[in-house]
T-cell receptor
Framework: DVKVTQSSRYLVKRTGEKVFLECVQD?????MFWYRQDPGLGLRLIYF???????EKGDIPEGYSVSREKKERFSLILESASTNQTSMYLC????????????FGSGTQLSVL | RKEVEQDPGPFNVPEGATVAFNCTYS??????FFWYRQDCRKEPKLLMS???SGNEDGRFTAQLNRASQYISLLIRDSKLSDSATYLC???????????FGKGTTLSVSS
């Protein structure tokens, strides 16, 4: 089975801290994605990457950056965490192609105090 | 108009019922369509792709109507384990990211 692993299930940080969310996939696929999910707003795409060292902005990139130094790892960075970034963060790996299927990690619930 | 719209529900049905969800999408050039399922406090998982001719997987049937720009999911003989949120997902074209609807919540009771 394919596996996408997120480093933390729950994380509590303070306003202004730099936060790293790590995601590793074992599918050997090029495509990786970061979403956040909030009640009433659904899944919103933050950033995605179709190759190593490549990144594309999603719908809500403000306040975030990403790093893709290796194919299997896609990191989401909050340069200076704010309370409105409290959310569930979901990483996914994608199979690519027209009928791309996403495999999600179990999520990181981030609370910024 | 939002890109992918779903009735949020909740749909509350008894075991054995048949229930249908609809989803509309705004981009007429959209190419790929899916239903994902998300259990409470879990990650979304692919339920099924939606093909132009319609497709079935056991008790689940997915239909696509390109002219009206909607996708449907029919669940027959509902089970308690079908209780979840069902996410409609659309891809505009190859090379673009998937767009998720906000989901429709189903609760099946005994």
């Amino acid at each position: 089975d394919v596996k996408v692993t997120q480093s933390s299930r729950y994380l509590v940080k303070r306003t202004g801290e730099k936060v790293f969310l790590e995601c590793v996939q074992d599918m050997d696929h090029e495509n990786m994605f970061w979403y956040r999910q909030d009640p009433g707003l659904g899944l919103r795409l933050i950033y995605f990457s179709y190759d190593v060292k490549m990144k594309e902005k999603g719908d809500i990139p403000e306040g975030y950056s990403v790093s893709r130094e290796k194919k299997e790892r896609f990191s989401l960075i909050l340069e200076s965490a704010s309370t409105n970034q409290t959310s569930m963060y979901l990483c996914a790996g994608g199979t690519g192609g027209a009928n791309e299927k996403l495999f999600f990690g179990s999520g990181t619930q981030l609370s910024v105090l | 108009r939002k890109e992918v719209e779903q009735d949020p529900g909740p749909f509350n049905v008894p075991e054995g019922a048949t229930v249908a969800f609809n989803c509309t999408y705004s981009n007429s050039a959209s190419q790929s369509f899916f239903w994902y399922r998300q259990d409470c406090r879990k990650e979304p998982k692919l339920l099924m792709s939606v093909y132009s001719s319609g497709n079935e997987d056991g008790r689940f049937t997915a239909q696509l109507n390109r002219a009206s720009q909607y996708i449907s999911l029919l669940i027959r003989d509902s089970k308690l384990s079908d209780s979840a949120t069902y996410l409609c997902v659309v891809r505009a074209r190859a090379g673009t990211a998937l767009i998720f609807g906000k989901g429709t919540t189903l609760s099946v009771s005994s």
